[in-house]
């Protein structure tokens, strides 16, 4: 099998490329990357150590796809993928759109002409803002959870946001790019007849992230609480209740596996995936596991209001477990014990994510 992963030096591309090169046998993995999020030359040197090529390319210009040798499979990982994006003043609107709808068009027709299979890599940030802020919530402990006692609106259960969950704008620039791809990606694939995935994904975590306040924020805060880095608890009283689910980039990888060999033409093609209700954990909580982990450091209460910010988003991935039997087999608690050694064992890691040191 011959799989291309776009955007494989970052944290899910590369993480991906390190699993299929150890769990397939014989494949040939290889992949594009511009190269320009800091850390990214340091994924780039592990995985050419593993023998996994890299071409240095933007999946921007459709001419640094010609030269790519033909795959099987490509994985769409390659994004902006800050909700922030296009309106932080970091990068442009233009170039969010660029980034994340022209280059996986460029990637359509890449699969085109090789006849290739596609998976997009598509996020929880494609459902309604709105629709996601008037979820019935209520405090309870050091966190916030549904209300049982309010009526649920349709695609919310028990476990979470179900892919029925409305779509309707807004859905920030960031997830509007990500909704416009998926439905650009199943477009092609039904025109070309080759088969397409779109995964929805929820927040990824693990060690080696390269982790901001806007995006990978559980590593984020774990590296910034050792540091003893400042840290806010942002909006919804200054308490730190948001509530976030997050799994793995392996189990991540499995799903991918099981899709590529899955021979089925028809059929629902997206699919949530996350760590959902088991692995879900809020910001106070979180800090109080790197209170025991580092020691006690406070974050302080902000009352700013962001547009984009949501206080409970976790996903509900019955429907990708009753396609292909999936669900996480990493639990957060696990997760966090990885971010915490390498935490201690990289205290210059929150400098590598902002481009400080290489």
């Known amino acids: 099998m011959r799989i291309l992963i776009a955007g494989i030096c970052g944290f899910a591309g590369a993480s991906l490329a390190r699993t299929f090169q150890s769990a397939i046998e014989g494949a040939r993995i290889f992949g594009v990357d511009n190269l320009v999020r800091p850390g990214a030359e340091r994924n780039r040197g592990d995985l050419r150590a593993l023998g996994v090529e890299v071409f240095h390319g933007d999946t921007r210009m459709a001419s640094d796809l010609e030269t790519l040798p033909a795959a099987d499979w490509v ?3 390659a994004a902006n993928p ?3 994006a296009g309106v932080d003043g970091r990068s442009s609107s233009r170039q969010l759109i660029e980034h994340n709808l022209h280059g996986t068009l460029n990637l359509l027709e890449y699969c085109k002409r090789h006849t290739a299979g596609f998976i997009l890599l598509s996020s929880s940030r494609v459902y309604s803002i709105p629709a996601l802020a008037g979820l ?3 405090a309870e402990g050091r966190r916030f959870v549904l209300d049982s006692s309010q009526p649920l609106a349709p695609g919310v259960t028990a476990e979470g946001i179900a892919e029925t969950f409305p779509v309707t704008a807004p859905v920030s620039l960031y997830g509007s790019t990500k909704l416009a791809s998926e439905a650009v990606a199943l477009e092609y694939g039904y025109a070309f007849d080759f088969p397409v995935w779109i995964d929805r994904c929820g927040v990824l975590a693990g ?30 009283g200054g308490l730190g209740l948001q509530v976030r689910d997050a799994f793995h980039p392996e189990d991540l990888a499995q799903l991918l596996l099981l899709q590529m060999r899955d021979t089925e033409a028809s059929g629902e093609r ?4 996350g760590g959902g209700a088991a692995n879900a954990m809020s910001l106070a909580e979180l800090t109080a596991v790197c209170d025991r982990k580092f020691g006690a450091h ?10 984009f910010d949501l206080p409970w988003v976790v996903m509900d991935s019955a429907r990708v477990q009753q396609r292909f039997g999936w669900k996480p087999r990493r639990t957060l ?5 990885e971010i915490a050694e390498h935490a201690r064992s990289h205290p210059e890691w929150l400098d590598v994510c902002e481009g400080k040191r290489s």
């Not at 995006?215 to 840290?231: K, V």
């Not at 997206?270 to 995936?273: D, Q, S, W, Y």
């Not at 406070?298 to 547009?307: C, F, G, H, L, W």
């Open 136 to 138: 019935p919530l209520r």
């Open 298 to 307: 406070a974050p302080q209460p902000d009352s700013s209001v962001r547009p």
């Open 207 to 236: 060690a080696g992230q390269f982790g901001t306040a806007e995006q990978g924020i559980f590593s984020y805060w774990m590296h910034a609480h050792a540091a003893r880095r400042p840290l806010r608890y942002i909006g919804f």
């Open 75 to 77: 994985i769409d990982a």
């Open 270 to 273: 997206i699919f949530n995936a």
């Open 333 to 337: 608690v696990s997760i966090l014990v």
């Open 82 to 84: 800050s909700v922030l």
